[in-house]
């Protein structure tokens, strides 16, 4: 039996297709932001010159997840200071982004590499060249010097927000102390796949220094529900960590619900397929097939097995399914 959990205020709808999808949100020209104060084109600091934590937030780690680009602009355009500590604003894939072509929206996600993958010493010291590998390395130090970070996503398929997060304390902590979204995926080993930014260096010892760094997986990547989210979780963000003042009531919280990735799987073949339609959070129980990439079998490896990201249009070498399992309280 296959089920979808009932996660969602909103109904889950028929998976997103280039056709089918609405580009709610206008994808604005940057330039006005490339000039920053750092050195980097496209990252802004400011200072508070009091103590206090060194907060990042970061927008355009995939060039067409475009609700970060959003939020990274309400906060330049609106002045927000930091009260305490530093804040500092980048626009990570400017170059990706502004390949936007309307007619094949998810296409921008990256240009040669992912962007969200070669956070690795072994790839940014390494041989190969990329606009990915020359932005990771131009923007290296911005994410070294950050206490928090906070890097802002969406997905193809519109589904619910959730956080994405290795297991460490630290970052738990922080996410279930904002609350919103009430989604958790907990990544107990890595990403499988890569090393993503907000597992750069320090950010990926357990046992470390570091402050959290944490994904917000904000919903469709087009919706303008993605962008309203992505702001406000970003200023979420920052008043958790004291740099601003509260604006209003705190939002209402959810039941927080947590799931344990047990697996990446990449596509292997251009025959991958899922059984059906699939768009995230829908349930297997053990050994029931997902999909088929060539003669492999994908079953699920266990009960309640939940997906995420199911990939919208198979491509080999790239992500293909994450394999959860829900966390019991
Ligand atoms: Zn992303």
């Given amino acids: 039996m296959t089920a979808v959990l009932p996660v969602s205020p909103v109904p889950l709808a028929a998976p997103v297709n280039a056709e089918s999808v609405a580009i709610e949100v206008v994808q604005g020209d940057l330039s006005a932001y490339r000039e920053g104060n750092t050195g980097i084109d496209y990252v802004h600091r400011f200072e508070s010159g ?17 609700c970060g680009m959003v939020a990274a602009r309400h906060l330049l355009d609106t002045g927000v200071r930091p009260l305490i500590g530093t804040l500092t604003v980048s626009f990570a894939h400017v170059e990706a982004y502004a390949a936007f072509d309307a007619s094949q929206p998810f296409e921008n996600r990256q240009i040669v590499h992912n962007l969200n993958r070669v956070w690795s010493d072994e790839w940014l010291d390494g041989p190969e060249d990329s606009p990915e590998l020359r932005r990771a390395r131009a923007m290296r130090p911005v994410v070294a010097a950050a206490d928090h970070i906070l890097d802002i996503h969406s997905t193809s398929q519109d589904v619910v927000p959730f956080w994405v997060y290795p297991a460490y304390a630290r970052n738990a902590a922080v996410a279930l102390a904002i609350g919103q979204p009430a989604i958790h995926l907990v990544m107990p080993s890595g990403l499988g796949s ?35 989210l992505a702001t406000a979780t970003a200023l979420e963000f920052l008043v958790h960590f004291g740099l601003i003042a509260r604006d209003g009531p705190a939002p209402a919280r959810a039941p927080q619900r947590r799931f344990e990735l047990l697996q990446t799987l990449m596509v292997k073949t251009t025959e991958f397929r899922f059984t059906r339609p699939l768009i995230g959070f829908e349930t297997f129980a053990k050994d ?8 492999d079998e994908i079953r699920a490896p266990c009960d309640d097995c939940t997906i995420f990201m199911p990939t919208r249009a198979p491509i080999v070498g790239r992500e ?3 394999l959860t399992r829900p966390i019991r309280p």
């Fill in 50 to 66: 009091r103590p206090g934590p060194h907060v990042l937030i970061n927008a355009l780690t995939h060039g067409n997840e475009i």
């Fill in 320 to 322: 293909a399914v994450y």
């Fill in 288 to 295: 029931e097939l997902i999909g088929t990439d060539g003669t």
């Fill in 194 to 228: 890569g090393t993503p930014l907000i597992q750069h260096g320090r950010h990926g010892q357990d046992q470390s220094t570091a402050g959290a760094a944490l994904v917000v997986e904000c919903g469709q990547h087009f919706r303008q529900s993605a962008a309203d």
